[in-house]
């Protein structure tokens, strides 16, 4: 406790010969606000003139603190963000650095009304394209002459949007700033050494920022009337969270997508052209949807849109194969050569290698005129039994050796796999190529 007191002693008496100290050195000022005003005003009087740039060439740096990600709208290629854009260079009019009378005064403030800025303005802006100002927001002036000027705004700028890997994309935007007025030898715009700066940013819930960063100012120069003016453009790399995507468009689109197949799995033939005939307006709803989300360009082509059309296709195919079937079914004319030919193929390839596509029990015994028949109770039957049941096996296979409904029954089996096999290949390959390019983003 002692010690604790002694050593606030000491303290104390440090600080009063350090003031002491400092009041006796020739040419010290105490800071005061009539100080502060008496440098500003002979700073800004006299010869100084806001229309009169500091130097033949200005070094403008700039840099953008990025707040928050308000909307990226891919059907308007939009880009709308909120972020304060600092500005700075150097005006050796208002240094005061080496005078003694105001070393007391660290900085001052002023407004853009008083002091010289440069004219610049974003050049891809939607809504506004005049020169990005403040008459409100002051300036802060460091003795070396330093300039810091920091406006804040809502930037709304245009952004090609690249949705061939919808919803597993990544959008590259520019925000363009360039000079209006004074060309590239008058002002020469640099980016700071940390063009964007994400310290303060909220992050967005559907879009992440992958990378952000400024291109070369020393290369860029927009050309206007003959003369070349100083140009930078900010990039801004965002890669969509897919998360909410994945949910409600890709897991619907591809569990309407296995239904189509189950059409041939119905026994009744007009329950089949409804079911199929509500798979296929489901999907055509889904397409609408999806489409008012994506930009009417040629451009580049969205994946997840073509893959909804061959879906599409493949569901009127399934209900113009149905109309077939239904025709087949209940006609009375007889097959044709070719049609018999593909119904023995189908049920070569159906029942693998089996004649017919039914079960054995379903099929009549066959049996011999000079055989007799041995029931289930160990009774021999009669010829003529035999021979009734040879009329009645007559009856189930045709003369040609199968049926118009066996052979309905057949093309269902056959198409219920080729569809099932296309739409899960099809399907497959949609999503890896999704996943595949979103990982390599």
Known sequence: MKMLKKMRVVNFVSGVFLVLFCQLQPGYTQYSSDLEATLLSDLFSGNYSTLVRPS????????????????????????????????????????????????????????????????????????????????????????????????????????????????????????????????????????????????????????????????????????????????????????????F?????????????????????????????????????SYAVYLTLIADHIPSTSVTVCYLSVYLAVILTTSTLSILIVIVEIQVATTKISLSSCTKAFANFLANVCCFKRKWCRNKTDRAPEVRADEFYINRHGILSSKEFVSENTENASDINDSEGISREEFSTLLDSFFFVIFFLFIIIASLTLFVALIIEYQSY
């Open 56 to 243: 033949s060439v200005v070094t403008v740096n700039v840099s953008l603190m990025l707040y928050t990600i308000n909307d990226l709208n891919i059907v308007e290629q939009s880009l709308s963000v909120s972020g304060m854009l600092s500005m700075n260079w150097f005006d050796p009019r208002l240094e005061w650095a080496n005078n003694s009378d105001y070393s007391a005064v660290q900085f001052l403030f002023n407004t853009e009304e008083n002091t010289w800025t440069p004219a610049i303005y974003v050049e891809n802006s939607v809504e506004d394209l005049a020169v990005i100002n403040d008459e409100n927001m002051p300036m802060r002036i460091n003795p070396n002459g330093e300039v810091m000027r920091t406006p804040t705004g809502v930037y709304k700028v245009s952004c090609e949007s690249v949705v061939t890997y919808y919803p597993f994309d990544e959008q590259t935007c520019h925000i363009k700033i360039t000079t209006s007025g004074y060309t590239q030898g008058e002002i020469d715009l640099r980016f700071d050494e940390n063009a964007v700066d994400l310290s303060d940013y909220i992050p967005n819930g559907e879009w992440e920022v992958a990378s952000a960063g400024g291109l070369s100012s020393g290369e860029q120069s927009k050309s206007r009337n003959g003369l070349k003016y100083a140009s930078l453009s900010l990039e801004l790399k965002l890669k969509r969270r897919y998360l």
């Open 245 to 281: 995507h994945t949910i409600n468009t890709i897991f619907p689109v591809f569990l309407m997508g296995m239904l189509i197949p189950f059409v041939f799995k119905l026994s009744i033939m007009e329950e089949k052209i409804g079911y199929s005939l509500t798979v296929l307006l």
